[in-house]
């Protein structure tokens, strides 16, 4: 079924893996709409508890757009992101699960925007993020412009698009760029670590938690309680909650079956 991504989907953990090694995995229409398919299957299998997506090998996670494909497409630049970038940064938000990006290697243009798109993001200390569009006489897209800001405040998200810079895992991870920083030997470890403790979690209430958040920079206080009070009342007669609630009291460790 997938040409250029590799999907696993094992224990609760759906993996999708850009591949693509021969252009550090650069973002085709076709990789695209296969990292957009893969995402809306991992939401609609209730086995699926958290996703992880990376690239294969240790060079890239993913070197931006692939110019050479869309300058050959006939396609203008916006009918490309309303066709292709959008519905697949739209996915990763609007799943009601976990998405974990290991950042294994450089993260460039859009491939910078696909990592900024996820929960959480784990790098190798030694590799780096950059929202190069500047250096080719264009603007970030596919979501960066608003994701950056929120992530480090309006100076530094200036300061990051309009030089394109590198910045590597170590600052990415010190100005909330990222969510942590590993050595390279580490990173598996780390991954692994984040993906069993998503799998084991109460993935109704984590999905409720993400929907709500993506709120809330453009609501009021009123309308983020409403949100609250709405999944609160759906959240506390779910499975988790009644699990959650019995074993606080009975002092022993909740068994949640994400749902």
């Known amino acids: 079924m997938y040409q250029h991504i590799i999907f696993e989907n094992a224990r609760g953990i759906a993996r999708i893996t850009l591949n693509r090694p021969q252009v550090y995995h650069a973002l085709s229409p076709a990789l695209i709409n296969e990292i957009t398919i893969a995402v809306k299957a991992a939401e609609s299998d209730e086995s699926v508890r958290v996703i992880i997506i990376t690239g294969e090998g ?3 996670f993913c070197s931006g757009a692939d110019l050479k494909e869309t300058a050959g497409s006939g396609q203008g630049a916006g009918e490309i ?6 519905p697949m940064i739209q996915a990763i938000r609007n799943i009601p699960k976990p998405v974990i990006c290991r950042l ?6 859009a491939g910078c925007s696909l990592a900024l798109a996820c929960d959480v993001v784990i790098a190798r200390e030694d ?11 264009l603007m970030p897209d596919a979501g960066a412009t608003f994701f950056l800001p929120r992530l480090v405040g309006a100076a530094r998200a200036f300061d990051i698009a309009s030089t394109g810079r590198k910045v590597y895992a170590p600052e990415a991870a010190s100005i909330g760029l990222i969510s942590r920083s590993v050595r390279a030997d580490e990173l598996d470890a ?5 993906a069993a403790y998503y799998r084991d979690a109460p993935t109704q ?5 993400k929907l709500v958040m993506n709120e809330s920079f453009h609501s009021n206080l009123a309308q983020m309680q409403q949100h609250e009070l709405e ?4 959240l506390f007669n779910t499975h988790d909650a009644q699990e959650g609630i019995s074993s606080f009291l009975q002092k022993k460790k909740p068994d949640f079956q994400g749902k």
């Open 81 to 86: 992101l309303r066709e292709y970038y959008n």
């Open 190 to 194: 780390e991954i692994e670590r984040a």
């Open 58 to 60: 240790d060079k890239a």
């Open 127 to 137: 590799t780096y993020l950059s929202l190069l569009f500047v250096q080719i006489g």
């Open 104 to 109: 294994n290697g450089l993260a460039v243009g």
């Open 231 to 234: 999944n609160q009342e759906r």
């Open 205 to 209: 209430a984590i999905g409720a938690m």
